[in-house]
């Protein structure tokens, strides 16, 4: 059997979505399946250009900002599209805060990105906004809107969801990506944490 690599990784401001990968990524490779399947789970951050190509897999995240992603992501998801159409692949926000969730609404490019990448679901998981981690201008909007303050993290629901794309993948026969198409491995795996795998039919949204 040929080892899976699934890469999580996402484009962070303020640290909350860095984290949020990581999470994901540890709780792939904690889940009973990935021993057995040989998935392997890397969080790597979008600023450091990972290379898609050497995974079988990637979840693709960003914090939202005034109702968009963050550049990075938008940027690596355009500029490896081709590759990522070959591959299944999840997306996640990190956005809305409180309770009720604030602002309700997916952010603006999802849905292209969706299309433009063919991934398999989008999940908004909420995120942290902290004002000591914001910049001037950052903290007087924040104000102004009223946003509600603090870690809203759902650690819950991340597990769960990794446990999903986890299921989809095992059974799931993905065709290897041929070893000479895949690079150096584990050149993107210095922050390494977790595997996942997955099953055509099950799908994780
Ligand atoms: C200035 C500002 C604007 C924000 N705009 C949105 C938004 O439009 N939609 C949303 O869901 N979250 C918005 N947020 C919340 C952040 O996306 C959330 O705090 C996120 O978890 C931050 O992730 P990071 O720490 O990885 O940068 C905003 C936060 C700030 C500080």
Same mark, same amino acid.
């Given at each position: $059997?040929?080892?899976?690599?699934?890469?999580?990784?996402a484009?962070?401001k303020?640290?909350?979505t860095?984290?949020i990968?990581?999470?994901?990524?540890?709780? $792939?490779?904690?889940?009973?399946?990935? +021993?057995?399947?040989?998935l +392997?789970?890397?969080?790597?951050?979008?600023?450091?250009? %990972?290379?898609?190509?050497?995974?079988?897999?990637?979840?693709?995240?960003s914090?939202?900002?005034a109702?968009?992603?963050?550049?990075?992501?938008?940027h690596?998801a355009?500029?490896?599209?081709?590759?990522?159409?070959?591959?299944?692949?999840?997306l996640?926000?990190s956005?809305?805060?409180?309770?009720?969730?604030?602002?309700?609404?997916?952010?603006?490019?999802?849905?292209?990105?969706?299309?433009?990448?063919g991934?398999? =679901?989008?999940?908004?998981?909420?995120?942290r906004?902290?004002?000591?981690?914001?910049?001037?201008?950052?903290?007087?909007?924040?104000?102004?809107?009223?946003?509600?303050v =603090?870690?809203?993290r759902?650690?819950?629901l991340?597990?769960?969801?990794a446990?999903?794309?986890?299921?989809?993948?095992?059974?799931e026969?993905? %065709?290897?990506t %041929?070893?000479?198409?895949?690079?150096?491995?584990?050149?993107?795996?210095?922050?390494?944490?977790?595997?996942?795998?997955q099953?055509?039919?099950?799908?994780?949204?």
């Amino acid at each position: $059997m040929n080892t899976q690599r699934v890469l999580v990784t996402a484009a962070s401001k303020h640290g909350a979505t860095h984290e949020i990968a990581d999470a994901l990524a540890r709780r $792939m490779q904690e889940h009973p399946e990935a +021993v057995p399947a040989e998935l +392997v789970a890397a969080s790597v951050p979008v600023e450091r250009g %990972p290379d898609p190509r050497t995974y079988d897999a990637v979840v693709l995240g960003s914090a939202v900002y005034a109702g968009s992603w963050r550049e990075e992501a938008r940027h690596f998801a355009t500029e490896h599209a081709a590759t990522l159409r070959q591959r299944p692949v999840w997306l996640f926000s990190s956005g809305p805060i409180g309770d009720p969730p604030f602002p309700p609404d997916e952010p603006h490019d999802v849905a292209a990105l969706t299309h433009l990448i063919g991934a398999r =679901g989008h999940r908004i998981l909420p995120g942290r906004l902290e004002k000591n981690r914001l910049t001037f201008p950052e903290r007087a909007m924040v104000t102004a809107m009223r946003a509600p303050v =603090g870690d809203f993290r759902d650690w819950g629901l991340v597990r769960v969801w990794a446990d999903a794309i986890v299921a989809a993948l095992v059974g799931e026969v993905v %065709p290897t990506t %041929p070893r000479a198409d895949r690079g150096p491995a584990g050149a993107d795996a210095r922050r390494d944490s977790g595997y996942g795998v997955q099953e055509h039919g099950r799908q994780a949204t």
